[in-house]
């Protein structure tokens, strides 16, 4: 899908505009929640900055657009949604090739809308599953739900999985996109070779059928509300042994799973956690915190304020002329 102000037409050579039109979609998932952190901010923690005006929660959008994603869906609830509208907006934009400007009254960027969707946790799970691997879950379900209920030919055929409580250069993940669209399950790794599966939250691709099967296994492995006994008879739990599943790391889970696809690692020169105050304080002091930069092109444009402003250049030749004459 094309914005209309956008006016020149992709190159066959494009590769995002070829696996567009194959119908390979590539749904990006940001899981918003997880173990709480102790920031103790009165906001949510994700809208913890990374750069300057450059929060986590938009690296993780920027990550999702450099790996090839054709839509992102923000798994959150109904209290911070708003928060996230506002600074993000409805969409944001993949660059597919440089810029131009043909005339001062037509835009001729070449690039392509990438729908932002923000799904909302059911409150039963809010309180039973609430962890970083139910949210991305959740998420990656919902996606393939949703999108199933317009076409057969829009169902994902990969998610790539951005976490917002750790970060990197978002740039890195362009060059492993042909990789992330493939069959195979691709974990990003730091400099040590370390991914999410060792406890970096670094990005990854996975299959709807493995999602399932990770689905599948927390149902199964952790306690719920009730449990039979010996006899065969429901009983309760204690209330610090309900619904084990809420404090598990997604390391904890992710080394127990018999992948269908197999696993390709990519690597990444550096990155850093951001769960906890400590972490922070270690990648803030760093130096690559100075050289983490908000991309300077329309990618995270806030829609709104971008449509204001598309009028505003297409009338004010308008006005001058008419001010003229």
Known sequence: MYNAFYVKVPHDNDDDFNHHLNGEHIAGIIPMHGYPLDFNFPWHDTLIPVSCDYLSIERCIVECISAGCDTIWISCTDSITPMFKKRLGDYAHKIISGSSFDSKYMITERCMIVPIFFIQIPPKDMTE??????????GALMCSRVSKSFSNWIIPKKFYISSPYGVNDPKEIEKYKKQIAG???VFVCDEFGKSIIDGKYLGFSIGL?????????????????????????LKRLDKLERFSSRWITPQEVLTKINWKNSMHKVGVSWSYNINSWEAYCDYISSGHAKKLKRPETKILQNSRKEKQGLIKRKLTPLINDSETN
Do not use: A, C, P, Q
Not at 217 to 228: A, D, G, R, S
């Open 209 to 233: 059928e493995d999602v399932i099967r990770i689905k599948k296994y927390i149902l199964t492995n952790y306690t719920k509300e009730w449990y039979k006994d010996e006899g065969g008879k």
């Open 129 to 138: 599953r609430d962890s970083f691997l139910w949210s991305m879950i959740h």
């Open 183 to 185: 069959d195979s399950n």
